[in-house]
């Protein structure tokens, strides 16, 4: 089974502090993703990343940057945080364009509050 | 852009009857990915079942099934006989063929509560 492991379930900041949400995946995937999660809002892309050292914006990029070194690990950072931000983080990873029918498969997610 | 609109935010069910969760998606594309994912309390997400836009067939998996209606966009989701397991947000999301990373669209969720 795939894993998608995130580095925290719970988190909680002050304003103005910088945050790394870190996920790794144990399957070797090219695509990882992060979204942000908010009620009646579903699940919105922040950003994707389809090899190592690419990323490319989705949908709320603004206020976020990301980093992928190393295939396995996607980090989500938030340069200063605001209380904005406060909201629930998947992230989640899916084979690359060669697998198109597989599906993204997803951690636990991270609850972060932004105080 | 594509969008994905889930109208019911939420709905309850009696356990052992029938639920079904509509979604409807808005695109130009001919041929792409939908899927249905459920994400059960303080759980991880996890697909329920995928249909493929060119397959003309209804996708089933176990006691979750599809009405895919390709004409009106419409991918409702019947979850049958259900089990108190079943509580839980379902969201609808929608794939291009050639999307740049496999990225989804997802609709903004159905909370479904399964009660005794």
């Known amino acids: 089974d795939v894993k998608v492991t995130q580095s925290s379930r719970y988190l909680v900041k002050r304003t103005g502090e910088k945050v790394f949400l870190e996920c790794v995946q144990d399957m070797d995937h090219e695509n990882m993703f992060w979204y942000r999660q908010d009620p009646g809002l579903g699940l919105r892309l922040i950003y994707f990343?389809?090899?190592?050292?690419?990323?490319e914006k989705g949908d709320i990029p603004e206020g976020y940057s990301v980093s992928r070194e190393k295939k396995e690990r996607f980090s989500l950072i938030l340069e200063s945080a605001s209380t904005n931000q406060t909201s629930m983080y998947l992230c989640?990873?899916?084979?690359?364009?060669?697998?198109?029918?597989?599906?993204?498969?997803f951690g636990d997610g991270t609850r972060l509050s932004i105080l | 852009a594509q969008t994905v609109t889930q109208s019911q935010p939420e709905m309850s069910v009696q356990e052992a009857e029938t639920v079904t969760l509509s979604c409807t998606y808005d695109?130009?594309?001919?041929?792409?990915?939908l899927f249905w994912y459920k994400q059960p309390p303080s759980r991880q997400m996890i697909l329920v079942i995928r249909q493929e836009a060119y397959k003309q067939q209804n996708a089933t998996e176990n006691r979750f099934s599809v009405n895919f209606q390709k004409a009106a966009k419409s991918f409702s989701l019947k979850i049958s006989d259900s089990q108190l397991g079943d509580t839980a947000m379902y969201f609808c999301a929608f794939r291009m063929i050639k999307a740049a990373g496999n990225k989804l669209t997802f609709g903004g969720g159905t909370r479904v509560l399964v009660k005794p």
């Open positions: 695109t130009s594309e001919n041929n792409y990915y």
């Open positions: 990343s389809y090899d190592v050292k690419m990323k």
């Open positions: 989640a990873s899916s084979p690359g364009y060669r697998v198109r029918n597989q599906p993204q498969h």
